[in-house]
Structures are given as C-alpha cells and as structure tokens.
C-alpha cells in the first residue's frame, strides 16, 4: 500500500490490482477527490494518510476519510451518530450500517455545488472533535444463527474466543453467517473461520 498523499493520488491506495493503473478507482475520479481535499484542507483540518487514503484530523481525534470506489468516491465521517444532518444529504454504507455517515460524489463538479454543505458538516464534526464529544454507545442483543450456537456449544474453545471478540466482530461473523442461504454453508463458513475467531479476528479481517 502506499505511504504518502501524493503516491495516493498519482497511483491510488494499493489493496487492488488495479494499482497504478487507468482502471484504478483513485485514477477515475482524481479531479473529484482532489477537490474534497481542498475543501477539507481549506477548513483547517490535519492531513494524514490512515488505511491508505487521505484522512483527516482535528484535536487529535480522526473527522473524515476520502475513498474512491468504481461507482464513485466519497468523504466518509467518523462519529457519524453525533452528525445531525440538517440537508439530508448523508447516505448509509449499507443495509446494515445504523448511521448515515458518508456524501457520494459521480462528479467533481458535484463537490463544488455542494462545497457550503461540506464546509458545514466538516466544521460540525470539527466541533464535536475539540469538544470530545463521542457518539453514546448502544449495546445490541445479538442474535446468533442456530448453526453457530451449535458449534459453540460443541466448541469450548471457540466457544471462549467468539466471546472474547469486540462486539464488532461478533457480529461481523453473525452478519457474514446470516448471508448463507443453506443450513451446510453457514456450518462451512463457521469451520472455516474458526481460526480467524481464534486468533480475535473479525469476518472480514486478513
């Protein structure tokens, strides 16, 4: 991956294949994340590079994130349950993500129309960042497929280490296991991801 802003933007993040080259997401929509920068720059906000794109930070405290993905590129906010969204312009990630947190863009010229807003919603999260503010934590009842409970039950020690896990994590497994249509591929899927489980990995986590 790369190790600087400037390699970010001439060549993209590095966790595809696509590095460094015209299919790169990064590459496509260079002059919109460009002006994201600027903006986010321009407002006062530290520049640092995190899981290799270009985050930024005040207070000590990360605010915002740009990533580029094929369909378009985004600014994604951190603590985005305290974000009170007075324009209605923040989107979800995903059907399960609780919080809108992110502003999609197919066009640079779309972050020039809505440079005010960005401005705005940037400074108010500025705002909550020097305040120390952080978002209330919601402690949700997971509940596990039958086959997991199963394995568990069969299990002691990834019975131990599954509850050992963040409750992130946890439900990273609950989520990937829910997927499975068929009873047989969430037992795979399970014994498949015993060791990561062991280690305290996540489902998605290398």
Not at 11 to 21: A, E, I, N, V
Not at 148 to 163: G, N, T
Request: hydrophobic share 45%.
């Amino acid at each position: 991956m790369v190790t600087t802003i400037e390699d970010y933007l001439a060549k993209g993040c590095g966790r595809c294949d696509r590095f460094d080259t015209p299919a790169c997401s990064t590459l496509r929509w260079n002059e919109g994340v460009r002006a994201l920068r600027a903006v986010c720059l321009d407002v006062g906000l530290e520049e640092t590079l995190k899981w290799a794109h270009p985050c930024y930070v005040h207070a000590g405290r990360n605010v915002a994130i740009i990533g580029a993905l094929k369909n378009d590129f985004r600014l994604s906010f951190f603590d985005a349950a305290l974000m009170t969204d007075p324009h209605g312009v923040l989107e979800k990630r995903g059907a399960n993500t609780r919080h809108a947190d992110m502003l999609c863009f197919t066009d640079a010229a779309q972050v020039i129309e809505r440079e005010a807003i960005l401005r705005e919603y940037l400074t108010e999260a500025m705002a909550y960042a020097a305040a120390g503010a952080k978002p209330e934590k919601v402690n949700e009842a997971l509940t596990l497929p039958a086959e997991l409970v199963e394995a568990l039950d069969a299990d002691p020690e990834l019975a131990e280490a599954f509850h050992a896990l963040t409750p992130g994590r946890q439900k990273s497994y609950v989520l990937h296991l829910s997927s499975a249509k068929k009873p047989e591929t969430r037992f795979a899927r399970i014994e498949k991801a015993r060791a990561r489980i062991l280690a305290g990995k996540g489902a998605m986590e290398r």
